[in-house]
């Protein structure tokens, strides 16, 4: 029976156990085995507890680090997927944007041909390849009025009509005073009527405006795209950092587990030389042994021959003498049972006797109590007349 089956048939029921066929010492005894048992159970089944929690422990952190990893996964992920997400709205952002010029160009351009179809009656002088600053025009009989032009503006310029009031305003005088950088407008400034309002428009390009947006919004763009790139990069050298973080210090735990392996195996290693060495000698030592152990079983094969050959000798000799001391016993038994026979005959008759004696008896014990029973009978009713009596 092994120590863990002892251990677990602790508390059944012993066989062979009695109350009444055991003294005080044997009950003492199987209480201190008992005691020592309980110890012995305790002790083992604290020593599964612990094994129990640390598995537990292990297997615990096992699953936390799975689920550490698969949060990094998950982290990843998410952080690749938000920087696609922020590179699709920058680029959403860029198209609205572009859309807005769009929208823009397209109503300046609705504007234009509404200017067409309804020309505005006020004068509007062109000058070519000469950006204005910011002119206040006002006639020389009235308060000055500032009127401000900061860019290009919608206004009708390539028709006919225009062409014929340029003309017309080129001859015309006026006394007004202009303010502003513009040398052209000198000689413009005679044979204009008070009730009229000289406008003088820079025109350049159709397209530099949008084109300057544009160019803007793609600046913008670029700008945003280098800073989620910049934080692209950084999120990335920062995941590379832990990683590697991470890398040495698992290299760091592998040199360690292998400083310790390699020890182990240095050990293992001179224990293996020095168990060599034992074997070596105990194969030697079991060699002469066994030489030794041949040659005494070859003695005693000797010795036991001879024994045999004294053991049929004195088989033989028993057997005579076990012969002859039978015939004495049966002979002996013979006058035994005879002796026993009488007794047993003798002690019939006495048994028959006593039978007889003991019918004789029963028989006077059972007259004399139907006897009593009538002197009680008698008594009885005499107590009743008496009674009767007494009440009369």
């Known amino acids: 029976m092994t120590q863990e089956e002892a251990l677990l048939s602790f508390g059944s029921p012993r066989h062979g156990f009695s109350v009444h066929s055991h003294s005080s010492v044997d009950e003492q005894r199987l209480e201190e085995q008992g005691g020592k048992n309980a110890t012995e159970l305790l002790a ?3 020593q599964r507890c612990e094994q129990f929690h640390a598995e537990r422990e292990q297997t615990l952190a096992h699953l936390a680090q799975i689920e550490i990893a698969d949060l990094e ?5 998410a952080n690749a997927a938000l920087f696609q997400v922020k590179a699709e709205l920058i680029d959403l952002q860029a198209e609205n944007k572009t859309l807005k010029l769009q929208e823009q160009d397209d109503r300046q351009k609705i504007q234009h041909l509404l200017a067409l179809t309804q020309p505005i009656t006020e004068q509007v002088t062109f ?4 950006r204005p600053g910011t002119r206040t025009t006002y006639p020389s009989g009235r308060a000055p009025t500032p009127t401000t032009y900061p860019y290009p503006s919608t206004m009708h310029i390539g028709s006919e009509d225009m062409q014929e009031r340029r003309k017309k305003k080129k001859q015309q005088q006026s006394s007004f005073v202009v303010r502003g950088n513009a040398p052209s407008l000198k000689n413009i400034n005679q044979g204009i009527l008070p009730s009229k309002v000289l406008r003088t428009v820079y ?4 397209q530099t405006a949008a084109l300057t947006k544009t160019i803007e919004n793609l600046q913008k763009q670029l700008e945003s795209h280098q800073e989620l790139t910049e934080t692209r990069i950084q999120a990335l050298l920062d995941g590379f950092a832990q990683e590697k973080a991470t890398m040495l210090l698992n290299q760091q735990q592998l040199e ?3 400083s310790l392996l390699e020890q182990q195996v240095e050990k293992t290693k001179r224990v293996l030389t020095q168990t060599t060495k034992d074997y070596l000698v105990l194969r030697h030592k079991s060699q002469e042994t066994e030489r030794l152990a041949h040659e005494e079983i070859f003695q005693v094969k000797q010795k036991c021959e ?3 050959t004294e053991k049929i000798k004195m088989t033989e000799k028993v057997r005579e003498e076990t012969q ?3 015939e004495v016993v049966r002979e002996e ?3 035994t049972v005879l002796e026993f026979r009488n007794q047993a005959l003798s002690r019939e008759r006495d048994l028959h006797i006593l039978k007889e004696q003991y019918a004789a008896m029963q028989e006077a014990c059972t007259k004399r109590i139907q006897d009593l029973q009538e002197i009680a009978a008698l008594q009885r009713r005499m107590m009743d007349l008496s009674a009767d009596l007494a009440e009369a």
Do not use: H, I, W
């Open 44 to 46: 083992f089944y604290r």
């Open 73 to 77: 996964e998950s982290l990843k992920k």
């Open 127 to 130: 000058f070519r390849d000469c």
């Open 203 to 206: 025109m350049p390009n159709e």
């Open 256 to 258: 360690e587990k292998s």
């Open 306 to 308: 001879t024994l045999v």
């Open 324 to 326: 002859a001391l039978r």
């Open 333 to 335: 038994g013979n006058q």
